[in-house]
């Protein structure tokens, strides 16, 4: 549980910062009477090369992070315990980052023990990765 609450604010980041580049332009609307058309990008596209925000974008984004919190906390009634520990980083210090929690997380560490026990019962093939599956 404590994994999840400190992916919380990273979260929160990457969700913000998705909003800004997914924005439609007027004129990729539909007209009246027809549907619009959803692109799903395929993994064959070349991916976009990391985007860097300005200052002025960054200070956006972390007063809107500090709007967020304060709704979500008039919404549940919850009060804010601690501000959001912001700090901007690439794709690369991003996934450096999710991988070192999940190595730490006491749930991946039980997860690979029960790994271990279902294979001893004969439950799982002994060359079987349950992680990957």
Same mark, same amino acid.
């Not at 919850?78 to 501000?83: E, V």
């Given at each position: 549980?404590q994994?999840?609450?400190? =992916?919380? $604010?990273?979260?929160?980041i990457?969700?913000?910062a998705?909003?800004g580049?997914t924005?439609? !332009?007027?004129?990729d609307?539909p007209? *009246? %009477?027809?549907? *619009?058309?959803v692109?799903?990008? @395929?993994t064959t &596209?070349? *991916?976009k090369?990391? @985007?860097? +925000?300005? $200052?002025? &974008?960054?200070e956006?984004?972390?007063? *809107?992070?500090?709007?967020i919190m ?7 009634g ?6 959001i !520990?912001?700090? =901007? %980083?690439?794709?690369?210090q ?13 749930? @991946?560490k039980r997860?690979?023990? @029960?790994?271990?026990v +279902?294979?001893?019962? %004969?439950? =799982?093939p002994?060359?079987?990765?349950l992680? $990957?599956?």
């Open positions: 549980m994994f999840f609450r400190s =992916l919380l $604010p990273l979260a929160l990457l969700c913000i998705s909003f580049q924005a439609e !332009k007027p004129s609307k007209q *009246s %009477g027809q549907k *619009s058309a692109q799903i990008p @395929t &596209e070349k *991916s090369p990391d @985007t860097h +925000l300005t $200052p002025a &974008e960054a956006e984004l972390f007063r *809107s992070m500090d709007d304060k709704f979500c906390s008039q919404d549940t919850l009060p804010i315990k601690s501000p !520990k912001r700090e =901007l %980083g690439n794709r690369d991003v996934v450096q980052y999710i991988q070192q929690k999940m190595e730490d997380d006491p749930d @991946t997860f690979e023990r @029960t790994e271990i +279902l294979k001893k019962f %004969g439950m =799982l002994l060359d079987f990765q992680k $990957p599956f």
